[in-house]
C-alpha cells in the first residue's frame, strides 16, 4: 500500500527553469491566513539584525501553564524565523504556522497565525501546536542575550527561552534553488571515511514554467547530508533545496551547503 502526500500550490514567480513555480506546502492549503503588511514598518525597520539573522529554537518555557503539551513543544525543537522585517514563520510540529509581527525596542506583537491544515497522527504534538497558535499572539516583549539567546514574555507571566543558530545566507550568501527526489533506501556506497557507508540515492529534477518536469537526472549517490531533512526508509521525497557555495570548504568536505526549503512531494510505501 502507498500513501502520497504532495504539497499545496504556491507560486514561484520568477524562478530559474530547475524551479517549479507552483510548488505546494506539504500538508494542504492556508487556513486564517493574515496578510502581513505590504512593506516593512518603521518599526519592523529599527530591529536588530541578530533577530532576524537566526533561527531560534525553543529551549525551555517557563512560568505558569506549563503542561505536557508544552514539554512536547520544546522536545519537538519548535523554531521561529523571522524575515523581511515583517513576517514570521513557525516550523516543529505538525503544521506550519504563519503571521505578521512587529518588534520595537522591547516590545514584541504578534498577528493571529494562519496554518497548513495537515491533521496529524500524534496528540500530543497538535495539543503543542495548539497551545503555539495560542499564546504567540499574546507575546508582550523581548530580548536577545548574548547574541545566540532570545528570550520571549507573554502577558500570562510564561517566558520562552530560545536558542540561535545564524542562517546560511548571512554567512554563505544567496542560494541557488535545486530540486532532487529521494528514493526510499539507502544504499552500501564508497566513502574515504566511513566503512560500510550507506548513501541516499538521489536524482536531479527541472520542471518548466508550468510546474510540469522537463529532465529527470540518473540516481546518484548523494554523500552530503540536508540540514531540516530526516530520511526515513520506505519513504520516497521530492525535495525543494537551497544550495549554498562555501568558497573555503574543509578539505574533505564538499563545497557545497543543502538547506530544506520545502518537501514537495511524499510518498510512504508500506
Request: charged share 15%.
Amino acid at each position: 500500500m502507498k500513501t502520497v502526500v504532495v504539497a499545496t500550490a504556491i507560486g514561484l514567480a520568477g524562478c530559474a527553469a530547475t524551479t517549479a513555480p507552483q510548488q505546494k506546502e506539504t500538508g494542504a492549503t492556508m487556513a486564517n491566513s493574515t496578510p502581513a503588511p505590504s512593506a516593512p514598518t518603521q518599526a519592523a525597520a529599527s530591529i536588530p539584525l541578530d533577530l532576524q539573522a537566526q533561527v531560534w529554537t525553543l529551549a525551555k518555557i517557563e512560568g505558569p501553564a506549563q503542561s505536557q503539551a508544552w514539554e512536547q513543544a520544546a522536545v519537538a525543537k519548535l523554531q521561529l524565523n523571522f524575515i523581511d522585517g515583517q513576517s514570521v514563520v513557525v516550523k516543529g510540529l505538525c503544521n506550519t504556522l504563519r503571521g505578521s509581527y512587529q518588534a520595537q525596542e522591547a516590545r514584541l506583537q504578534v498577528t493571529p497565525l494562519a496554518a497548513t491544515m495537515m491533521a496529524c497522527a500524534d496528540a500530543g504534538v497538535m495539543a503543542a501546536e495548539d497551545q503555539v497558535r495560542m499564546a504567540l499572539p499574546l507575546a508582550q516583549s523581548w530580548r536577545v542575550l548574548q547574541g545566540h539567546t532570545f528570550e520571549i514574555a507573554f502577558a500570562d507571566g510564561q517566558r520562552w527561552v530560545l536558542n540561535g543558530q545564524v542562517k546560511p545566507e548571512v554567512v554563505y550568501g544567496k542560494p541557488e534553488r535545486i530540486f532532487l527526489e529521494v528514493a526510499p533506501q539507502k544504499q552500501a556506497c564508497p566513502h574515504p571515511l566511513m566503512a560500510d557507508a550507506q548513501c541516499l540515492q538521489v536524482r536531479s529534477l527541472e520542471f518548466n514554467a508550468q510546474g510540469l518536469k522537463q529532465n529527470v537526472g540518473p540516481w546518484e549517490n548523494f554523500f552530503d547530508t540536508i540540514q531540516g531533512f530526516e530520511h526515513r526508509a520506505g519513504e520516497r521525497n521530492v525535495l525543494r533545496l537551497k544550495r549554498f557555495t562555501n568558497p573555503n570548504p574543509p578539505a574533505d568536505a564538499s563545497r557545497y551547503v543543502y538547506v530544506l526549503d520545502m518537501v514537495v512531494e511524499s510518498e510512504v510505501q508500506r
